[in-house]
């Protein structure tokens, strides 16, 4: 468990530091590229930018790790973290101490996750069959974040912003989901994994969630950007390692109001880490892109 937690803790340090160079170097590139593989294809001329993917691709592969030793239920909320590193990146960046609102917002971030594993206990767990009726929760989840971009294309820039970004947080943890199976799957035989659907879907719905996510940083600054991502990806995960691989949660009424009370801790804290002035800078220096950003 130790070294699932470390390798948790890992993974969202560099998520953190590569969503803040991603950001940086999105929030440059015009507002009509949102939502158009135009906008990939831009970025990845840009050096910042590769070593914003590369830092989060090495998150990836640290959270795949720690899927293998444990199920979503437990590793999402470990995931969570990488806001408070995209603070920590902030503040060193910027130079800037960090106030009481960062330091609330990181001890609600951190005992979220404490009180959630320690009250919920989540535990168990295997893969479906590939045609089990557990995968439609993947289509309920394909569909919320359709929906979101829907809405999204209707709004201004920031509700745009937020909503792209949780629809990416959805995909996020979609693609843990899928992560988590191709692994359990994998232990069956490299015969047993080329003959499943997952390990093909996965890249398709990983490139997704980088677009969508690329979009919400182009359109709006980290603190309004980044912290619907950080939310819905535990969420969604938590949710699809229910109910398609049948991880347990304790329920009894102890635990179960203490696995709420920390997933709201959870959410509570993105929310005040998100507004912190350091994740505004980041916007600082990139052409005054702040006063198109539109209601």
Request: hydrophobic share 55%.
């Amino acid at each position: 468990m130790i070294l699932t937690v470390l390798l948790g803790l890992m993974s969202a340090a560099l998520l953190g530091v590569g969503f803040v160079a991603q950001q940086h170097a999105a929030y440059a590139e015009p507002l009509g590229e949102i939502l158009h593989v135009s906008l990939l294809l831009h970025l990845m001329r840009k050096p910042l930018w590769l070593f914003g993917i590369g830092a989060m691709a090495g998150g990836q592969v640290l959270g795949a790790l720690a899927l293998r030793r444990a199920g979503v239920a437990q590793v999402e909320p470990l995931l969570a973290t990488n806001l408070i590193f995209a603070l920590a990146v902030a503040a060193l960046v910027y130079q800037e101490r960090l106030g009481r609102g960062e330091w609330l917002g990181a001890v609600l971030v951190s005992g979220g996750v404490a009180v959630f594993l320690a009250s919920a206990r989540p535990h168990g767990g295997e893969v479906p069959h590939p045609l089990s009726m557990a995968w439609i929760s993947v289509m309920a989840v394909l569909v919320v974040a359709t929906g979101m971009v829907l809405v999204a294309l209707r709004t201004g820039l920031k509700t745009r912003a937020m909503l792209l970004a949780a629809a990416a947080g959805t995909l996020y943890g979609l693609q843990d989901a899928l992560t988590r199976g191709s692994l359990l799957t994998l232990e069956r035989g490299a015969h047993a994994l080329a003959t499943t659907w997952p390990p093909y879907a996965l890249p398709l719905v990983a490139v997704i969630g980088i677009l969508l996510n690329q979009s919400a940083f182009d359109a709006a600054p980290l603190r309004i950007s980044l912290p619907a991502t950080t939310a819905a990806e535990p969420v969604i995960g938590i949710v699809l390692g229910v109910t398609i691989f049948d991880e347990r949660l304790h329920v009894d009424p102890r635990s179960l109001a203490g696995g709420v009370a920390g997933l709201v801790a959870l959410v509570v804290g993105i929310v005040i880490l998100g507004r912190s002035p350091f994740l505004s800078k980041a916007d600082s220096g990139q052409g005054g892109r702040a006063g198109a950003e539109g209601p």
